[in-house]
Nanobody
């Protein structure tokens, strides 16, 4: 079993930056970040391969967010910049237990989830 613990959420003004961290215990392959705002469905934000060599992003965050991982620490990061009020959401870290990831942007692809960390962007 894999456990994921997110941290780094908080309140930030529009235009500011924030870095989220997800520490994993156990074997993981591809990892991703999703977010869910009040009244909305959970949506894909970014994903990264096991090696860290491949990444993908939702169109809404391209150019502003960067996903990375430190394999030695079993930790994934989400560096967020130029934050907008619409980025306000609970952010969740997810991990795939399988080597091959098929649907990078689908929540159903991932087997393990963190409890989430709240990001609030004020205007």
């Amino acid at each position: 079993q894999v456990q994921l613990v997110e941290s780094g959420g908080g309140l930030v003004q529009a235009g500011g930056s924030l870095r989220l961290s997800c520490a994993a215990s156990g074997r993981t392959y591809a990892m991703a970040w999703f977010r869910q705002a009040p009244g909305k469905e959970r949506e894909f934000v970014a994903a990264i391969s096991w090696s860290g060599g491949n990444t993908c992003y939702a169109d809404s965050v391209k150019g502003r967010f960067t996903i990375s991982r430190d394999k030695s620490k079993n930790t994934v990061y989400l560096q967020m910049s130029s934050l907008k009020p619409e980025d306000t959401a609970a952010y969740y870290c997810a991990a795939d237990k399988n080597l091959k990831t098929i649907a990078w942007g689908s929540s159903a692809e991932y087997d393990y989830w963190g409890q989430g960390t709240q990001v609030t962007v004020s205007s």
